[in-house]
Nanobody, 117 residues
Framework: QVQFVESGGGLVQPGESTTLSCAPS??????????LGWYRQAPGEQREFVAS???????TYADSVKGRCTISRDNDKRAVFLVLNNLAPADTAVYYC?????????WGQGTQVTVSS
């Protein structure tokens, strides 16, 4: 089983930034060799990829956040972080942390980010 401790997000003003944190733990995966990242799901929309970081620190971003998003990981703290800058209402969604330790994929419970004035 994998447990997730997620934090960050909440209500944010347009143009501001937010930082999401995710600390997965438990048996069933190996943190340092896992790919980590986030998907998001807006109301009435499908879940979409946001960003990922591999065990070798290769980072991938969705076009919708490229240039204003930074993903990082801290293997000592066993945590992954997502910084989103210049937020817009279109970024409003539930953000889901994931762990990919092939072939298994684990999901966090989600963190709400609402961008509104």
């Amino acid at each position: 089983q994998v447990q997730f401790v997620e934090s960050g997000g909440g209500l944010v003003q347009p143009g501001e930034s937010t930082t999401l944190s995710c600390a997965p733990s438990g048996i069933g995966f190996h943190f340092t060799t896992s790919t980590l990242g986030w998907y998001r799901q807006a109301p009435g929309e499908q879940r979409e990829f946001v960003a990922s970081i591999t065990d070798s620190n290769t980072k991938t971003y969705a076009d919708s956040v490229k240039g204003r998003c930074t993903i990082s990981r801290d293997n000592d703290k066993r945590a992954v972080f997502l910084v989103l800058n210049n937020l817009a209402p279109a970024d409003t969604a539930v953000y889901y942390c994931f762990v990919l330790w092939s072939p298994d994929n684990f999901w966090g419970q989600g963190t709400q980010v609402t961008v509104s004035s």
